[in-house]
């Protein structure tokens, strides 16, 4: 990988990619600007590719930028994402926009720039996920460079003492700050599996160093192969609060789910197994919530959205999948101790008139198929 402006020769070739992933099938174009090479794009880049997707009304799917802001329109963020939008004139879906424990209850505070687009007339959809922490790796933790020349040029930077102490004296350049208050969920190399489970300060603690350090010497150790999540707050409020926020921004009928999953390791983060059960089950019982909605918030908003043939409804002739529940026992068991368990309270399961689920129990029948 490497840090050069997308222009010229590159661009074309990049356009032409993107419009034969489009010909193919693809629902949309998707960049996570927190992570790299996507950093590295500024945002004449993005409406170059999205004046591409915009042929075909799709749109573009954003994880909102924290690295590389002095490249962006409005220093990154939600700012940049509506810039796109209005210069290309393409729809815009922002992935897991929320509320977090630093601003839990301050919906109207971040949805503020995103209705006033809307107001222009720009065409915006957004979700969620109703925890109150993301999970990631390691490497997005540091600056620009150290992503260059890919995972052999990423280790020769951890193990070169002088090289290392210069890019965790860089980690804070970006929005992604420090990696305190994180747990281990995936290590990719016996000899330490069992850190899996365990907070970034205890497992530093244990080897004598700092918790970049830790996190620098794990990377190494495991040739990159490891993943981590944020530990949830203690302040079961500021926890309940977020849930609240996620309810309030359900209710809107631009708002879908989304699980952001990430189900490798050990000890992954709960979402992997229960977070559209939370929604449907124990935060729509809490909230009183209308059952018809929140359904409709999983299944036809983002079919949609994304252009899912003859998905995301009941009706002659689509294709028959069916989650088949009931409404006041459908829960949530995933936790953070114990992230890899099934829900219950769903007895069937029917993928393009399969069963995939039978008395709860997973029957191995593999019926998926590509959409559109």
């Not at 990619?17 to 500024?42: C, I, K, N």
């Not at 969620?128 to 999970?135: F, I, L, N, R």
């Not at 497992?203 to 918790?211: K, P, T």
Request: charged residues 25%; contains cysteine.
């Amino acid at each position: 990988m490497t840090d050069v402006p997308l222009k010229g020769d590159l661009l074309t070739a990049t356009k032409q990619l993107l419009r034969e992933s489009l010909e193919q099938g693809a629902v949309g174009f998707s960049t996570g600007l927190s992570y790299f090479p996507h950093s590295w794009s500024d945002t004449d880049e993005l409406c170059e590719l999205m004046e591409v997707t915009k042929e075909f009304d799709r749109p573009m799917s954003i994880h909102v930028r924290s690295h590389n802001r002095h490249r962006a329109f409005g220093g990154g963020g939600v700012a940049e994402a509506i810039e796109v939008a209005r210069r290309t004139g393409s729809k815009l879906h922002f992935e897991h926009h929320r509320t977090s424990p630093k601003s839990a209850g301050q919906v109207a505070e971040i949805m503020e720039p995103i209705d006033k687009a809307k107001a222009e007339g720009l065409d915006i959809t957004l979700e969620c996920y109703p925890y109150t922490v993301g999970s990631s790796f390691p490497q997005a933790y540091f600056p620009g460079y150290f992503n260059e020349g890919g995972p052999e040029a990423m280790l020769d930077i951890l193990t070169d003492k002088a090289k290392r102490t210069e890019v965790i004296s860089r980690m804070s350049e970006d929005a992604y700050s420090t990696p305190g208050g994180n747990v281990w969920t995936f290590i990719g190399v016996e000899k330490y599996k069992h850190f899996e489970g365990q907070l970034f300060e205890d497992v530093a603690s244990e080897w004598g160093l700092s918790v970049e350090e830790m996190m620098c010497r794990m990377m190494v150790e495991t040739s990159l192969a490891c993943g981590m999540r944020g530990a949830p707050p203690p302040n079961i409020a500021k926890w309940r609060q977020v849930e609240d926020d996620v309810m309030q921004l359900l209710s809107r009928p631009d708002y879908m789910i989304g699980s952001d999953s990430i189900s490798a390791g050990g000890v992954p983060h709960p979402r992997g197994h229960g977070c559209f059960v939370r929604f449907v089950g124990r935060l729509r019982r809490r909230h009183n919530y209308p059952i018809e909605q929140v359904i409709q918030r999983v299944t036809q908003n983002p079919a949609e959205r994304f252009g899912l043939t003859d998905r995301g409804v009941l009706a002659e002739g689509k294709f028959a999948d069916l989650v088949i529940f009931d409404e006041q026992k459908i829960n949530d068991r995933s936790t953070f101790d114990d992230p890899i368990a099934y829900p219950e309270g769903v007895p069937f399961v029917l993928v393009n008139g399969a069963l995939v689920v039978d008395g709860e129990e997973v029957t191995g029948i593999m019926a998926g198929q590509a959409i559109p």
